[in-house]
């Protein structure tokens, strides 16, 4: 396994891999073409942090996120909103609720975090590698530093595996916020 800092031409991967884990989510309902511009904006923002696991040149694993948080989904919104309003358009005009869910999302996501964030960690369901989500976990801290607090938000109901692999990582519960109808876990972690 190979672990590296990832670049704007790992975002077909990306997107791919997102498809593959998070098939019920939200941004999944956006299409693969958004989740590689989505990620192709991150990846391209100073703030952006990638990092992933490939085993035999395949990515079976990443984690994303930002080294400041605050302003950031704003920044890279107003910087690719062609780009992004482009690809998403057809899923809009298919169901508009997607287009206010993703408002308040944007609106609400981070409002009152600054610092570092991890926006999304991804591990191949098919890769069979246990232990793959805290080796991503350690790959990225490396990129944040040493006595540097983190945070990440996750649903809080019907994800109980996620919250015990955080809970199991060290990570704090710091609050409970609202996003639109969803109940988010905030967790804190200060590293090492």
């Known amino acids: 396994m190979v672990n590296r800092i990832l670049t704007v031409d790992d975002c077909r991967e990306l997107a791919m891999l ?13 299409g693969t073409n958004f989740l590689f511009k989505f990620y192709k904006a991150i990846l391209m923002d100073k703030n952006g942090i990638g990092v992933g696991a490939f085993e035999e040149n395949k990515l079976i694993g990443f984690a994303i996120g930002a080294k400041q948080v605050r302003g950031f989904y ?14 998403a358009l057809p899923h809009f005009f298919a169901n508009p609720r997607f287009l206010f869910r993703l408002i308040v999302s944007l609106r609400t996501s981070n409002s009152n975090t600054d610092g570092p964030f991890l926006l999304s960690i991804c591990v191949d369901p098919l ?31 019907d994800n109980d595996k996620v919250n015990r692999f955080y809970l199991k990582n060290e990570f704090i519960l ?9 109940t988010l876990n905030v967790y804190k972690k200060k590293i090492r």
């Open 127 to 157: 890769s069979g590698r246990k232990g793959l989500g805290t080796a991503l976990i350690d790959i990225f801290e490396l990129q944040i530093g040493p006595g540097m607090t983190y945070r990440l938000m996750t649903d809080e109901k």
């Open 174 to 182: 710091e609050n409970v916020i609202m996003q639109g109808n969803r």
């Open 74 to 87: 704003k920044n890279i919104a107003k910087k690719n909103l062609f780009s992004l309003s482009f690809s």
């Open 18 to 30: 997102h498809n593959l884990a998070f098939k019920n989510f939200f941004l999944t309902s956006l």
